[in-house]
């Protein structure tokens, strides 16, 4: 049993966020991390995209299910530890390169063999496993963990979900974080994430967002309105 049970989806920026701030406390408290699925696809299977969402979220959700595809056929194959370093390159590719035009073809080509190909190889696995981004009879088993994600926090939630000490600890939606603490502030965060989260009657803390995730892919675009587009929510944001 891993100390931390983090559930992702590879085109979620929060999650990615939050993922690299909990690499950062794994280094340091040396912490075991097992890296498990959420699809916003399937948390979403009861929208109607067209009505609910700007045009690129359906493409770059669903390219996110075809990664977690790819992702549990690898650890079918080699095992939980393989999916780690698998999501670390494809949020490095994603998020932490330049900035490509914001559009559903661009979103929807994540979830192709072109891209997900030379990153199996760049981590040392098989390229064998692009053939499970067209694999739908995987879909239940993303669906299960992201039924079980959802026990531990309730529906009313995105990704990331992280649970602490599993299967008796204490699990959460998020944090959201729009930037990485720096090495000597990411172990003192996370302790006083996991002391709220511990205390019994804790439900909720929140704030409006501010500012997106700093990441040298997302760039905050605004029209002439002032209107943010937060990628993960789906909504559009006035600003203040």
């Given at each position: ?18 993922s ?24 979403n299977s009861?929208i ?39 999501y ?10 330049e ?9 929807g ?16 696995l098989?390229?064998h496993?692009?053939a ?14 992201t ?9 009313d ?37 996991i ?6 009657g804790?439900?909720e803390?929140?704030?409006?967002m501010?500012e997106?995730?700093?990441l ?25």
């Open positions: 049993m891993a100390d931390i049970d983090f559930y992702f989806d590879p085109v979620c920026p929060f999650a990615w966020m939050t690299k701030w909990v690499r950062k406390v794994q280094a340091q408290r040396d912490y075991s991390v097992d890296w498990r699925f959420i699809s916003l696809r399937l948390l009861h109607d995209y067209d009505s609910h969402f700007p045009p690129e979220y359906e493409a770059g959700h669903t390219a996110g299910l075809r990664l977690l595809r790819a992702a549990a056929a690898v650890r079918r194959e080699h095992g939980s530890d393989a999916v780690g370093p698998l670390q390159a494809l949020g490095t590719h994603i998020f932490d390169t900035a490509v035009p914001d559009d559903a073809a661009s979103h080509h994540r979830g192709t063999a072109a891209f997900l190909g030379p990153i199996l190889e760049e981590v040392g098989p390229t496993h692009t499970a981004l067209d694999d739908s009879t995987i879909d239940d088993e993303i669906r299960a963990e039924d079980h994600a959802l026990s531990l926090t309730g529906k939630v995105g990704t990331p979900i992280i649970a602490f000490e599993p299967p008796d600890g204490v699990a959460f939606f998020g944090p959201v974080i729009s930037r990485l603490p720096s090495d000597d502030e990411a172990v003192p965060l996370w302790d006083n994430v002391g709220l989260a511990r205390f019994p804790f439900a803390m929140k704030r409006s501010r997106l995730p700093q040298k892919a997302l760039g905050v675009q605004e029209d002439e309105a002032g209107v943010q587009q937060d990628w993960h929510a789906g909504s559009r944001r006035q600003k203040k």
